[in-house]
């Protein structure tokens, strides 16, 4: 259920908001009801999603992960088209929840995976950062752990605030399984 209502923005707002999304998702529009807060989200988002080094299909990995470990199918509807898009494989998205033993991921995204569940969970201990530090410089490794935590902050925005799948994104949105 909707804890906030949805925000209409300012003409220079929504017009920012329309180059990065097209129409607003509800998401943002929750987020709307704090309009300087908001802006500097989507900000943060885009630079992520557009400006980073690591390759866009490893980071929607990274991202379709952190949806399942917080049981966002908000979230996990958004980046599904974008995942694949980036060039995420159809195999490699039924086998997420199960990334360690399979053979559908490599060492690297591997390494990312589990950096990304430590993310998630608050708490990078040494064996995820030496396996990390395998594949990333210190850059990306940066680069990763920020969208691993950016994107679990999203999946718990998204609860806080009740944000609802918009209709035509629900046929991206399967029951999570984080197993």
Known sequence: MPRVPLAEFEPALNKKLEELWGTPPNLYRALGN???LVAAWAEFSRVLRHEARTPRALRELVILRGAQLTRSEYEWAQHL?????AGVREAQIAALARWRSSKEFDAREKAALALAEAVTAGRVGERVYAGASKHFDHADYVELCLVAAFYAAVGRMIDA???????AMRDHSPRLSTK
């Open 81 to 85: 088209p974008m995942a694949r898009k």
């Open 161 to 167: 605030l009740g944000v609802q799948l918009e209709p």
């Open 34 to 36: 704090q309009p300087r």
